[in-house]
Structures are given as structure tokens and as C-alpha cells.
């Protein structure tokens, strides 16, 4: 018995290894297994940026789609690519391990980048060469083949982001301060390592495609994603894989409709509950979770370790509505549910306000993409005897992260771990309103900087002319920078805040409401833009975002307009945070 009892400390419960055996501690797992999904990350963000950033310029100049067309292609490209990683997560959770959801994933973008690299390299396959003032655009069996490729693409990006970084943070041993410490720097370095790949994105194989051709760019990233997976299977016997719990969503449904029912079934509902032990689907549990209980008051209690058995979960006070699900003789046996379901439940439903503040980031994120890129344009975009193009903008923020994110890691935070004697020194939810404070500078300071463009087109007569105006397009850098660091901070945290604070068996799912986040921000930028335009339009009025050049447009209303929504967004986000009561261990302040 003694020799069984070591042999079963020294596994990881809930967790296998590559070939479905038990992971073993000291075996699987930790920074080093965690480095090979850096790696990969570097190259698939690669991959996928390389394409997304200069798509508009293919579809329009290539495959000779219109520009509005080609504009809401890219952005339902990017946007379902994002949403996608819902599917992931959920696969990963319910199903597969985020070891083959990733592998499943990668395969599917590769054969997409495949298709699109062939299409790019025949001509047969794209549209005529323009005859005259007019070009017949890409339709048929051509166009199929064309969004048959990209949608592959995005089906595999989508599934990538909602494994890749639950799967790096899964190697971390969370009952230990230095294994939690250890995950936050690998959702550190995973934003490093995201904007590295960026950086090549956005100049090296930007340049590939508009100076050797389209087909080049296409197989740069094919060959990126290829790579990426052996470096992927070449970690294999160091990872730790958590076993699929089951569905999340069915919990959460379950829960729901429980309560629901129960509400109309009946108005004197029982206290008692059906089951007052654990869950046995809280075997997916890592076992540190079990040195340490969490009270409903947000207080960590001290370890029981005379106790022979685990001690019992309570319904807490918060959601009660909820309550009514674990409470005896359900209407139906399926609709039975145990005190840790709802438990899990309620901390979903508290992580989703969190979310919802965090989309109005990066809707400030996707407008600055597409005005910031058209001032530029219109700005000497000179440095020395170098052009610049006005696309390559991105490139400021990138750089920014690289630069911030080992400071932060390495200065920021050991300096307020000092200040707050705390295992984080800044906790999620302090970083992430960080990033919201810095998205409502960036608004302000893209606001001034319209102020000043427009002051020196006015000052020069050149407010009607398309000429370039005699100020540098180094001023739009300063938005950009803000905004750099804004998505770091908001980025991480949000990946670190859901992956620690979600239940195991929703994690993956929970990590990709961050994604989710960025293609909500993008259709709402779209939405935002109509409206403002649909109101101040009205009357005969000259729209402020519309005009014959960037010049007549209102920009800098915009932008302040911008600014007030982004302020409010963060009170909105305070009354939630300040409410917010961590469940994991070392994630107070």
C-alpha cells in the first residue's frame, strides 16, 4: 500500500502524456515543455498575420473584387478566424486534449495555405488580366476555390488560438507559488512571442509578397505553419495533457435550465441539496487544488491536512437564483445537478462582464488600423532617405510589446511583488484595467494628433488636395504606441485571468472569450462607424467619416467620441472588477 500511495504522488492526476499514459511529475510538464508552444506561436502567428494584413491588397488587386468587397471579406475573415476559437476551446474541453485539437488545426490551415499558394502560382486559376477601364472580379469554380482556402485558414487559426495557450499553461504545477508564478510569465512571453511573429509578418514577408509575388508570401507561411508542427511533435514526451471532462456548455445549460424550471415548478423550494460531496467530474482538477479552499468571502483557508476526508462544498450566497438547481427532487433526473456544477457555473457568469468590458478596447484597436493608415497616407512618410508604407504602421506597436514585455516580467513585476508583498504583485484584473486606461489615452492622443494634421493641411491651403502634407507621419506612432501597450496588458490578463479563474473543465473555452473579445471589437467597429455616420448624416449633413478626402473628414470628433465611449467602457469595468471575488490561489492582491 505504501509503494502504491508514492507511485500515485508522484503522477499528475487528470492529466496523460502524448501516448495517453499517466503524466508523471518531474517527466511532463514545466517551462521547458511550455518553450516549445512559444515557439510555435512565433510561427503561427506568423502564418496567419502575414496573410491577414495584406489580404485587402490581393483581393482587390488579384482577384479584382471591389474594395468595398474586398474590406468586408478581410474583416469577416479575421473575425470568424477569432470567433472560431470558441470551437476550439470548446473541442478542447469537451473531447480532445488541447495537444490534438491543435494538431487537428494546424493540418486544416495548412491545407487551406496550400490551396491558396496554388491559386496564387496558376494563372488559370485567377481572373483575367483587366481588359480596359474594367476588370472582371473572380467568380466560379475559381472564387470557390479562393474562399475554400481562406476559410480553411480561418477554421485553423480559430481552432490554434483556443488550444495553444491553454496548452502552454496547462504544464504549470498551480498548487505551487512557483509554478503559478511560472505560468504568468509564459502568458507574458506568449504575447512577446505573438508579436514576434507579427513583426516578420508585417515587413519581411509583406515585402515578399508585394515585390516577389503573392505566391511567395502564401508559401512562406505554409511552410511556417509546416515547421511549426514539428516543433510541436518534437515536445511531445514533455508535455502534460489534461484529460477531457466533458462538455462545459452542457453544464452550463444544464444549470440553467435547472434553475428555470425550478423557478416555475415550483415557489417553496427545498434548501436541501441533492449531493453535497465534490463533483466526480472533479477528478480534472489539478491536486493542489486541494491544499487550499476558497471561502464565498474571497479568503484563503489554511491547508487541512489532518482531515481524512476532503471537506464539503457549499452553495454559496452570490447568483442564488442559481441555487435552486442543486436543490432536491430535480423535475427530471437529467436536469439533476451537483453543488460544484453550480459552483463552476457562477464563476463563468462573473467572468463574462469582465469580458464584455474588454471588447471596446480593441474596437478602439481595429479603428486605428484603417483611419490611421489613411492619415498616414496623407503625411510625409519619410525617415531620412527611407519611405515608409503608411501599412507598415503596425510595426511601431509590435516593436513596443517586445520592448515592454520582458520589462514588465522582469522589472514591473518583482518591483511590486516587493511593494504589495503579494505572490502577483499586480493582479489580473489591475492589469487589465491598466490596458483600458491606456486604450482612453491612445484615444485622446489619436484625437490631438487629427487636430494637428488637419491644422497643418489648413495652414497650407491643402485641406481639398491629395498632395502629401509637410508634417511627419511619426505623430501617428504615438497612438499607435499606447495602443501597443494597452494590448499587452489587456491581452495577458485576460489570458492569465480566464485560464486561472475558470473552472478545469472550462478552461480552454473560458481562454478564448479573448479572442472572442477581438472579433466582437472589429464588427463593432464596423457598427460604430455606421451609426456615426447614419447620425451625423442626417439633414443633408456631410458625414463626419465620409468626404472626398481624409481631409474633410470630422476624424478628431470621432476620436474624442471614441475616447468618451472608452471612458465610460472602464467605469463600466470598475463596477465590475471591484465586485469581482478571486477563486484561485495567488491571484489576490
Not at 516549445?36 to 482577384?63: G, K, P, Q, T, W
Not at 468595398?68 to 470568424?80: H, Y
Not at 505572490?423 to 489591475?430: A, D, F, I, K, S
Not at 472569450?513 to 471589437?521: D, E, K, P, Q, V
Request: one cysteine or more; proline letters at 4%; a positive charge.
Amino acid at each position: 500500500m505504501e509503494v502504491e500511495e508514492e507511485q500515485h504522488g508522484d503522477v499528475w492526476e487528470g492529466y496523460a502524456d502524448w501516448r495517453n499514459r499517466t503524466a508523471v511529475k518531474g517527466r511532463h510538464g514545466g517551462m521547458l515543455a511550455a518553450s516549445f508552444v512559444l515557439v510555435v506561436e512565433i510561427l503561427e502567428n506568423l502564418a496567419y498575420l502575414a496573410n491577414a494584413s495584406n489580404l485587402v491588397l490581393y483581393l482587390r488587386e488579384y482577384m479584382h473584387l471591389s474594395p468595398s468587397k474586398s474590406a468586408n471579406d478581410v474583416t469577416n475573415f479575421m473575425g470568424t478566424a477569432f470567433l472560431l476559437a470558441l470551437l476550439g476551446g470548446f473541442l478542447s474541453d469537451a473531447f480532445f486534449s488541447t495537444y490534438i485539437i491543435f494538431l487537428i488545426s494546424a493540418s486544416i490551415e495548412f491545407l487551406g495555405l496550400i490551396i491558396l499558394t496554388i491559386q496564387a502560382r496558376t494563372p488559370s486559376l485567377m481572373p483575367q488580366s483587366c481588359d480596359g477601364p474594367t476588370c472582371q472580379s473572380v467568380s466560379g469554380s475559381k472564387a470557390a476555390m479562393l474562399f475554400v482556402g481562406l476559410y480553411l485558414v480561418a477554421l485553423g487559426v480559430g481552432g490554434i488560438k483556443g488550444s495553444l495557450p491553454s496548452h502552454g499553461a496547462e504544464q504549470f504545477d498551480e498548487s505551487t507559488p512557483k509554478g503559478r508564478k511560472q505560468r504568468s510569465t509564459f502568458f507574458n512571453y506568449f504575447v512577446f512571442c505573438l508579436a514576434s511573429g507579427a513583426l516578420v509578418a508585417v515587413t519581411f514577408v509583406v515585402w515578399l509578397e508585394d515585390n516577389k509575388g503573392w505566391e511567395w508570401g502564401f508559401g512562406v507561411s505554409t511552410i511556417a505553419i509546416f515547421v511549426s508542427v514539428l516543433i510541436f511533435l518534437s515536445g511531445s514526451s514533455f508535455y502534460r495533457n489534461k484529460i477531457p471532462c466533458g462538455s462545459p456548455l452542457t453544464t452550463i445549460l444544464k444549470v440553467l435550465l435547472a434553475a428555470s424550471v425550478k423557478c416555475c415548478a415550483s415557489g417553496n423550494s427545498s434548501n436541501a441539496v441533492v449531493n453535497l460531496a465534490i463533483s466526480p467530474s472533479n477528478h480534472c482538477v489539478p491536486t493542489g487544488k486541494k491544499e487550499e479552499v476558497v471561502k464565498s468571502e474571497g479568503e484563503l483557508e489554511k491547508p487541512r491536512h489532518q482531515e481524512s476526508v476532503p471537506p464539503q462544498e457549499q452553495l454559496t450566497s452570490s447568483l442564488r437564483y442559481l441555487n435552486r438547481a442543486a436543490e432536491e427532487k430535480p423535475v427530471h433526473r437529467m436536469l439533476e445537478c451537483t453543488v460544484q456544477q453550480v459552483e463552476d457555473v457562477k464563476v463563468v457568469l462573473k467572468m463574462l462582464p469582465i469580458f464584455a468590458c474588454t471588447i471596446m478596447l480593441n474596437c478602439c484597436l481595429a479603428q486605428l488600423s484603417t483611419f490611421s493608415v489613411q492619415q498616414a497616407a496623407s503625411m510625409n512618410t519619410k525617415i531620412g532617405n527611407l519611405k515608409i508604407p503608411p501599412a507598415s504602421l503596425p510595426v511601431f506597436p509590435v516593436v513596443f510589446i517586445m520592448i515592454l514585455a520582458p520589462i514588465y516580467d522582469h522589472l514591473i513585476i518583482p518591483f511590486a511583488r516587493k511593494a504589495t508583498k503579494t505572490e502577483m504583485g499586480v493582479t489580473h484584473l489591475q492589469r487589465i484595467g491598466v490596458g483600458l486606461v491606456l486604450s482612453i489615452l491612445a484615444m485622446a492622443v489619436a484625437a490631438l494628433v487629427e487636430i494637428k494634421r488637419k491644422g497643418v493641411a489648413k495652414d497650407k491651403g491643402l485641406l481639398d488636395s491629395h498632395e502629401t502634407l509637410p508634417v511627419t507621419f511619426l505623430w501617428i506612432a504615438l497612438q499607435y504606441l499606447f495602443l501597443g501597450s494597452a494590448d499587452l496588458f489587456t491581452l495577458a490578463g485576460l489570458l492569465e485571468f480566464f485560464f486561472t479563474e475558470a473552472p478545469s473543465s472550462m478552461r480552454s473555452l473560458a481562454t478564448s472569450l479573448s479572442w472572442a473579445s477581438l472579433a466582437m471589437g472589429y464588427y463593432l467597429s464596423s457598427v460604430i462607424v455606421s451609426i456615426v455616420n447614419s447620425i451625423t448624416g442626417s439633414s443633408g449633413n456631410t458625414p463626419w467619416l465620409r468626404g472626398k478626402n481624409i481631409n474633410s473628414y470630422k476624424l478628431d470628433y470621432f476620436y474624442w467620441l471614441m475616447c468618451v465611449l472608452s471612458a465610460a467602457n472602464f467605469l463600466h469595468y470598475l463596477f465590475w472588477a471591484m465586485r469581482y471575488k478571486y477563486r484561485s490561489t495567488g491571484s489576490r492582491s
